[in-house]
């Protein structure tokens, strides 16, 4: 079966203060399908600008990204329009109700509205947001507006979901409670997820495979196959033993770039 997401030789580089800096080199790595694959790395390292890339947003300098999803026949090149992307900022629109907000991405492709909000109400009732379609963003906890996030990336009906750090800005309590909600979402719809993170204990509980990265230019280091049963606590030994091997490599990775 061919992968959901391959990257090949990814390279990238920006201006800054009149230089050229870089911050990709030479990056590969896959997703299969329906996988939970966490890109994890110091920050800095280039994780979101792999985000960007596979999005559609920015442009490699070199390299290839292709997507093959369940409804397209064989792979093309990833782009806007083939991938659903959350951010860490939640980016809800101020003037639209969690409903409005929850149906942009089904709107945008066309869907009418009425169907859209239809859609969007099952879904936000089974996220625990019930009785909310008409609030705004401004009266909703931090992690109330990452659920309507997560239920617009969802209803954007793409098989491969690409997060960037979506619950770093949020406390320990919610953001373990968005994490159940992620690995649900992910059961339930059969989607396959490219996470970003830099925090090692959410990247060993939640993933498939980890993929850790070198610091700038980015790069990968190592990648890790977790084959600890679900669910996962942050007491079981596989985790912990895991994760104490992960920071070990981080460790030894920023010790070597700070030399």
């Given at each position: 079966?061919p992968?959901?997401?391959?990257?090949?030789?990814?390279?990238k580089?920006f201006?800054h203060?009149?230089?050229?800096?870089?911050?990709?080199?030479?990056v590969?790595?896959?997703?299969g399908?329906?996988e939970?694959?966490?890109?994890?790395?110091?920050?800095?390292?280039?994780?979101?600008?792999?985000c960007n890339?596979?999005?559609?947003l920015v442009?490699?300098?070199?390299?290839?990204v292709?997507?093959s999803?369940?409804?397209?026949?064989?792979a093309?090149?990833?782009?806007?329009?083939r991938?659903?992307?959350?951010?860490?900022?939640?980016?809800?629109?101020?003037?639209r109700?969690?409903?409005?907000n929850?149906?942009?991405?089904?709107?945008?492709?066309?869907?009418p509205?009425t169907a859209?909000r239809?859609?969007?109400?099952?879904?936000?009732r089974?996220?625990g947001l019930?009785?909310f379609e008409?609030?705004?963003?401004a009266?909703?906890?931090?992690?109330?507006?990452?659920r309507?996030?997560?239920?617009?990336?969802?209803?954007?009906?793409?098989?491969?979901?690409?997060?960037?750090?979506?619950f770093g800005?949020?406390?320990?309590?919610?953001?373990?409670?968005?994490?159940?909600?992620?690995l649900r979402?992910?059961?339930?719809f059969?989607?396959?997820?490219?996470?970003?993170?830099?925090?090692?204990?959410e990247?060993v509980?939640?993933?498939?495979?980890?993929?850790?990265?070198a610091?700038?230019?980015?790069?990968?280091?190592?990648?890790?196959?977790?084959?600890?049963?679900?669910?996962?606590?942050?007491t079981?030994?596989?985790?912990?033993?895991?994760?104490a091997?992960?920071?070990?490599?981080?460790?030894?990775?920023?010790?070597?770039?700070?030399?």
């Amino acid at each position: 079966m061919p992968a959901a997401l391959e990257i090949r030789g990814l390279r990238k580089r920006f201006r800054h203060d009149g230089e050229w800096l870089d911050v990709l080199a030479g990056v590969s790595l896959d997703v299969g399908p329906r996988e939970f694959v966490t890109l994890l790395g110091p920050s800095g390292c280039g994780k979101s600008t792999i985000c960007n890339i596979v999005a559609g947003l920015v442009r490699p300098d070199a390299g290839t990204v292709m997507v093959s999803t369940d409804d397209a026949a064989g792979a093309s090149p990833a782009g806007a329009g083939r991938v659903a992307y959350m951010q860490q900022k939640d980016l809800l629109l101020p003037w639209r109700t969690v409903l409005d907000n929850a149906i942009l991405g089904l709107e945008i492709q066309g869907t009418p509205r009425t169907a859209a909000r239809d859609e969007a109400r099952v879904m936000l009732r089974r996220f625990g947001l019930e009785g909310f379609e008409r609030a705004y963003p401004a009266t909703l906890s931090g992690g109330m507006r990452q659920r309507v996030a997560l239920v617009r990336t969802l209803l954007c009906r793409r098989d491969l979901l690409v997060l960037d750090e979506p619950f770093g800005a949020l406390d320990a309590m919610t953001r373990a409670a968005m994490q159940g909600y992620l690995l649900r979402l992910r059961e339930e719809f059969g989607r396959t997820v490219l996470f970003i993170t830099h925090d090692v204990e959410e990247a060993v509980l939640l993933s498939d495979r980890i993929y850790v990265m070198a610091a700038r230019p980015g790069r990968i280091r190592a990648e890790h196959r977790l084959d600890l049963p679900r669910p996962r606590h942050a007491t079981d030994a596989g985790v912990v033993a895991e994760k104490a091997a992960i920071l070990e490599l981080l460790h030894a990775e920023m010790a070597e770039a700070f030399a």
